[in-house]
Nanobody
Framework: QVHLVGSGGGLVQAGGSLRLSCAAS????????MGWYRQAPGKQRELVAT???????NYADSVKGRFTISRDNAKTTVYLQMNSLKPEDTAVYYC????WGGGSSDYWGQGTQVTVSS
């Protein structure tokens, strides 16, 4: 069974930085990509950033130039460095792993709260 354990959220003032991490275990199939999504109160969950196992990254326009996604060499931990945080970045951030094993499957972490005060 796949387990995703995230950490690193918290409260920060606007302009500050936070780093999220998410460790995956129990993955039995090929990982297509790992990533981060977020959901603010009253809004739908949205893509923040993804990274493929070849290191190709994709970012939401709202975070380009401020957030950086990366992964460790073992390709089981994904990080999200968030700089120049804005109040509108406030949300619950979810780690995601997409795998391929005869079909595409998504796995989600428990979510970590990020709150940016103005």
């Amino acid at each position: 069974q796949v387990h995703l354990v995230g950490s690193g959220g918290g409260l920060v003032q606007a302009g500050g930085s936070l780093r999220l991490s998410c460790a995956a275990s129990g993955v039995r199939f090929t990982i297509n990509y790992m990533g981060w999504y977020r959901q603010a109160p009253g809004k739908q969950r949205e893509l923040v950033a993804t990274i493929t196992m070849r290191g190709i990254t994709n970012y939401a326009d709202s975070v380009k130039g401020r957030f950086t996604i990366s992964r460790d060499n073992a390709k089981t931990t994904v990080y999200l460095q968030m700089n120049s945080l804005k109040p509108e970045d406030t949300a619950v951030y979810y780690c995601n792993v997409n795998t391929w094993g005869g079909g595409s499957s998504d796995y989600w972490g428990q979510g970590t709260q990020v709150t940016v005060s103005s």
